[in-house]
């Protein structure tokens, strides 16, 4: 399926899910909020998700679309599961 190619991608998820959170941002404060994301990555991964439909760009900056809030919720529960997951393997 063509979304989990997309959101298998390095850092679109943790994009999607800081702009979901965050609410719109602009490229160098969803940088900075990412930590270690490169601009070049930022940059494409921006592009994808434009492209996909799941974020726009607007006068304040990067925000999640309808449709990109959607697949956040979708995704919300596996938080949960990961941070079990992590306590488990004794990261949390």
Do not use: H
Not at 6 to 21: A, C, F, K, N
């Amino acid at each position: 399926m063509a979304l989990f190619d997309l959101l298998g991608r390095r850092w679109v998820m943790g994009i999607l899910w800081t702009l979901s959170e965050q609410g719109p941002c602009t490229f160098r404060a969803l940088q900075s909020l990412c930590e270690t994301i490169s601009p070049a990555v930022l940059n494409a991964r921006l592009k994808e998700l434009q492209a996909a439909g799941f974020v726009r760009k607007s006068s304040d900056g990067y925000l999640v679309t309808d449709l990109g809030l959607e697949v956040y919720e979708a995704l919300r529960p596996l938080s949960n599961v990961s941070k079990v997951w992590a306590k488990a393997l004794g990261e949390g």
